[in-house]
């Protein structure tokens, strides 16, 4: 089954979280309604004919080491070529770096489609967006000018290059060196899981290394920053000889073979040559600028493949005829849609999915205004908001995206099993979103002990009365009062756990973190149902007068179905923090 992107959802979502007014701010200026239309309309004819249909020739050809060398899939390099001339790696980029200066939440609404196209393709901008943000902000005005404009405009890729093998996570344990050597560094030591660290697709790959120089203070604070290429710059700026860089292998995994995951050894012929970004020791400071970036587009791949198991598993019901629907009248045969539970199973799926688009979408704007907005105090109050969603917005999406590749599965039944359907590829390639770029447990534990305990809940606070203020002003409207009253009782749920969670973490400092999981997840829950609100009060607009397919009252259904169906799941997440959360620890790990 092939992909189609889902423009009109995508459209209302934009308007729901104000694309008008962010294309107001200043530099946005030129962002015309005409010229979103267009490329919104173009960037999905790319995601169906371009990239959608290598999306299983990924998964069954995948990458793969070749006398040395690293072979992408088959049509990978065509396709990565057709984005370089369309400018399409420099969606959001300003125009004095080469980019087309559009706003990130554009920008963002193309990576959705993308993402949702071909995963395992998509992972490769992604990553060098997130490195061009890291060399724009920190970066020596000579970086700036001698990698930025080919990284932008995608004839050359990026990398992050922070995980080794004893380090896992735990970054105060990374052990590669970086030696000076007159203007810049000789670096040496080994990285693994490194996406897309080598291939041929562009003749250089710019990798960002964390790395440690000479008497660096212990742990995090002494790690820094380094621009390392694959190739050595000749003088015109052109790629000369090759760096000290090998790829010494490829990881075998569960799903998306198509993204060459790397173990790259660095100095194996006296050390790889490589310049500071920035100053030294603020490494891991400056690598949050793509981490970040990175969260939150991995939580824009829980939406993605979440839309894409949901495309397939309503068209395989549309189609798959099995037993007599209860209610079903008709003389024909009718799909297994028409069963109560598979339509539950879908009307969920799709449910969640608008929640996890509008979530998203509004953590795009607020980065937007967070950067551009002329008052200063919308700006902070815009970074607050960003700081604050997108350890939910990467945690709970990627969550909700594995549960509903599953949920595909499932409706597919015994033929979602077998690989030949493609419903497996989905499940499988889902499952990795909740593990990289941080685990769940890892946003969980920055939710709670940066984002709540160190302002002592502020931002959430802010965050929590704009939503009761939502949920107050819906159930004014009788058509969306139950929406809004079910808002109201979710915020007053969430402000009360946020209290427990404070006060808990003065009698023992390990029950926040104990609880952080089930508070990520009923913050999910609760930003989720705030979403799919704003976007039903945006269809209400049409309704009644202006619906003739019956779209938007649709969209409204969807948002009832997931304020009274979805949304009591939070009741649940709440009990497990004030009742469980001391039960947790008196299982004595001895008998774990």
């Keep these: 089954m092939t992909y189609a992107v889902p423009l009109r959802d995508i459209r209302l979502t934009l308007d729901s979280v104000g694309l ?18 267009s490329i919104l309309g173009e960037a999905a004819k790319v995601a169906e ?51 087309m200066g559009l706003p990130e939440l554009l920008g963002f609404a193309i990576s959705e489609m993308w993402q949702s196209a071909n995963m395992a393709f998509a992972l490769c901008p992604m990553l060098t967006q997130g490195a061009v943000n890291a060399v724009r902000v920190y970066g020596s005005e000579s970086l700036r000018t001698r990698y930025l404009p080919r990284m932008v405009s995608g004839e050359w890729t990026g990398t992050m290059n922070l995980t080794e093998p004893q380090a896992g ?24 899981f490194i996406t897309y660290g080598d291939h041929e697709m562009t003749d250089n790959i710019v990798h960002l290394v964390l790395a440690r120089i000479p008497d660096a203070p212990p742990g995090v604070k002494g790690l ?10 000749e003088a015109d700026g052109s790629p000369g000889a090759m760096n000290d860089v090998a790829c010494a292998s490829l990881e075998h995994k569960l799903g998306i073979h198509g993204s060459p995951t790397a173990v790259l050894v660095f100095g194996e012929q006296g050390g790889a040559w490589g310049e500071l970004v920035g100053e030294p020791n603020r490494g891991l400071e400056y690598m949050f600028a793509m981490m970040n970036h990175a969260r939150l587009n991995v939580g824009l791949q829980g939406l993605a493949i979440g839309e894409r198991a949901y495309q397939q598993a309503v068209a395989y019901a549309r189609e798959r005829v099995q037993g007599k629907p209860i209610g079903h009248t008709g003389d024909a045969k009718a799909g297994i849609i028409g069963h109560p539970e598979v339509r539950r199973t879908l009307a969920s799926m799709k449910a969640r999915i608008e929640a996890m688009r509008g979530l998203l979408y509004e953590v795009a704007a607020a980065h937007d205004i967070a950067h551009v907005h002329p008052d200063e105090a919308v700006r902070s109050a815009a970074q607050r908001k960003v700081d604050l969603l997108t350890p939910i917005a990467k945690g709970w999406c990627t969550e909700t995206g594995n549960a509903i590749a599953s949920e595909g599965l499932q409706v597919h039944g015994g033929m979602g099993y077998v690989e030949e359907t493609g419903a497996a590829q989905h499940f499988r390639d889902a499952r990795i979103t909740t593990i990289y770029e941080g685990t769940t447990a ?4 920055d939710l709670v002990g940066r984002k709540l305990i160190r302002d002592n809940g502020r931002a959430m606070m802010e965050y929590l009365d704009t939503v009761a203020a939502a949920g107050t002003e819906l159930a004014a409207d009788e058509l969306l009062s139950g929406i809004g009253q079910g808002l109201v009782v979710a915020a007053r749920q969430v402000r009360e756990a946020v209290a427990w969670i404070l006060d ?33 009060r945006a ?34 997440h709440w009990a497990a923090i004030r009742f469980g959360s001391e039960a947790v620890l008196d299982v004595p790990e001895a008998h774990l």
Aim: hydrophobic share 45%.
């Design 539 to 572: 269809a209400r607009a049409f309704v009644p007068a202006n619906d003739e397919d019956g779209y938007y009252a649709a969209r409204i259904a969807l948002a009832r179905l997931y304020v009274e169906h979805i949304l009591p799941q939070a009741a649940g």
């Design 224 to 233: 820094s920053l380094f621009l390392v290429p694959k190739r050595l710059l």
């Design 20 to 37: 008008a007014g962010i294309t107001a701010l200043p530099g946005f200026e030129e962002t015309e309604p005409d010229l979103v239309e």
């Design 169 to 192: 996570s735990d970054l105060a344990a990374v052990r590669t060196r970086a030696v000076p050597e007159g203007n810049h560094y000789r670096i040496s030591g080994q990285k693994i």
């Design 49 to 99: 004919n371009t990239l959608a249909p290598l999306n299983r020739v990924g998964d069954t050809n995948g990458a793969r080491m070749a006398d040395g060398k690293v072979v992408v899939s088959p049509g990978w390099t065509e396709a990565w070529q057709s984005l370089v001339e369309g400018g399409w790696n420099g969606v959001s980029a300003s125009a004095e770096s080469g980019g």
């Design 504 to 536: 808990a973490a003065k009698r023992d400092a390990r029950l926040p973190y104990v609880a952080a999981v089930p508070l990520l997840n009923l913050m999910g829950l609760l930003a989720g149902a705030h979403a799919i609100a704003r976007t039903a």
């Design 442 to 445: 890892i946003q969980a534990n």
